[in-house]
C-alpha cells in the first residue's frame, strides 16, 4: 500500500487500523509516506519484539561500576565524614 501525505492525513485511522490488525499482502501491509513524491515516512505493524519491556522503576536497571572500594557500614561513613563540611 502507498499513499500520499495527504491521504494519509486525511485516512489515517483507516489505514493504522489496517496495520494494527496485521493485515498482510505477501508479508506485511507496510505504508509508504509519500511528500511531493517522495518517500517520508513507513508505517508498519508493530510485533511483539518490537516493544521494549517497561522498566521497574524510573531510572531502569542501574548499573555501578566496580571502583575496588571496602564495604563500609552507615557507621564508618559517618565517623570517616564527621567534621568534614564544618
Do not use: H, W, Y
Amino acid at each position: 500500500m502507498e499513499t500520499t501525505a495527504r491521504e494519509f492525513n486525511q485516512r489515517s485511522s483507516q489505514i493504522l487500523a489496517a496495520a494494527a490488525r496485521g493485515e498482510t499482502v505477501t508479508v506485511t501491509v507496510t505504508v509508504t509516506v509519500t511528500k511531493n513524491g517522495t518517500a517520508v515516512a513507513r508505517v508498519v505493524p508493530i510485533g511483539d519484539d518490537d516493544v521494549p519491556p517497561c522498566p521497574t522503576d524510573p531510572m531502569g536497571a542501574l548499573r555501578l561500576p566496580d571502583l575496588g572500594l571496602p564495604d563500609l557500614t552507615d557507621d564508618e561513613i559517618e565517623d570517616t565524614l564527621k567534621g568534614m563540611g564544618s
